[in-house]
């Protein structure tokens, strides 16, 4: 691996906190140039856009690149690939590359891309990180019973009852050299434990495991961990791999995802709490974006898992930017658009 640009792939559910463990890595970088590979699931590139705000010297805005024509384990060819080269071509290149993948991708095509003669002979993946939002894992999220559930995969390794966002977190896991279990802050010893035994039942693999709460994890932790993952790829299989090795393609019907317009907004807790209810009513996953509150300098910036919702003001508007509110709506397939919108303007 001498000589190669080390790589880090994070990956994650929707909301577990990639985007401000990311936020983290750049502030303490120590020196060194970091390119960043976002890829948004949506149409709107609120991460992105939260990391182009950072400030830091060594991530200047044309280091960060975002893809947002769909999953990256999806568009590998059409994208990632292309993206990578481009990079690579620069005059200055970076000392270190991180990916961020949409909480909806596959980490394994991705880090398979990295054994394209083109890449392999300049990029090694360092290391992939799953970050987990252990808050919602302990609330049961992915599924009713966890333990039944976890004995019931031990005593049959056929077993086939998850459904699509299980097998998925358990593909992000799979897929993972560094599990970060996210936000222990909001649960006691006994939460925390479950959350534990949950991850380490849902892969045969046993990548290291750190907790963490606001993304807060040591860059040294992160960075540098050399694996050169995309060599040990065949051990990573997903589901999808191992259920459609016919070469049949994969989508994201279950998911559905909407920009929601705002016009101007006077009062910043009236709108958090009328999400929040929105939120529960349609049970939506992931609402995130950015909304300009009237007489208030700043934009104000929304990132919610269900019904935990966070926001604060990160940046002043600039001048002549357009004070837009849009927000991302990501749910299962079947969300109600229409009442969801009128809701959220209401």
Not at 122 to 138: K, L, M, N, Y
Not at 247 to 259: K, L, P
Request: some cysteine; proline content about 3%; charged content about 25%.
């Amino acid at each position: 691996m001498t000589g190669k640009i080390p790589a880090t792939v994070i990956t994650g559910f929707l909301g577990a906190g990639k985007t401000t463990m990311i936020r983290n890595i750049l502030q303490n970088a120590g020196g060194r140039r970091i390119a960043l590979i976002i890829n948004e699931f949506g149409d709107l590139g609120v991460d992105g856009d939260v990391l182009k705000g950072c400030g830091v010297e060594t991530c200047t805005e044309d280091d960060v690149i975002e893809l947002t024509n769909g999953c990256i384990c999806c568009t590998v060819a059409d994208d990632f690939i292309p993206t990578m080269t481009a990079l690579l071509e620069r005059d200055k290149r970076p000392d270190h590359i991180v990916i961020e993948t949409s909480g909806l991708a596959l980490p394994q095509p991705l880090i398979a891309a990295f054994n394209w003669p083109d890449i392999r002979t300049q990029v090694t993946v360092d290391g992939v990180v799953t970050v987990v939002d252990s808050a919602a894992v302990a609330a049961g999220r992915f599924a009713e019973d966890h333990d039944k559930l976890a004995a019931q995969r031990v005593a049959d390794d056929n077993l086939d009852h998850e459904s699509p966002i299980e097998e998925l977190f358990e593909d992000q896991l799979t897929a993972a050299d560094l599990i970060v279990l996210n936000k222990t802050d909001l649960l006691d010893a006994a939460g925390l434990d479950l959350v534990r035994h949950e991850v380490a039942a849902r892969t045969a693999r046993k990548p290291v495991l750190v907790e963490a709460s606001q993304g807060a994890v040591p860059v040294s932790v992160l960075l540098g961990l050399n694996v050169g993952t995309e060599s040990d790829i065949a051990n990573r299989k997903s589901h999808h791999e191992l259920e459609h090795e016919d070469g049949e393609e994969h989508d994201h019907d279950e998911f559905d995802s909407f920009v929601v317009a705002l016009d101007g907004v006077a009062d910043a807790q009236v709108l958090i709490e009328r999400l929040r209810h929105v939120i529960e009513a349609h049970d939506i996953l992931r609402l995130k974006g950015f909304v300009a509150i009237e007489g208030k300098p700043m934009r104000l910036l929304i990132q919610a898992v269900g019904s935990r919702i966070d926001s604060y003001f990160d940046r002043p508007w600039a001048a002549g930017e357009p004070r837009d509110s849009r927000l991302v709506v990501i749910g299962l397939a079947g969300l109600d658009r229409a009442a969801i919108e009128q809701a959220i303007r209401a």
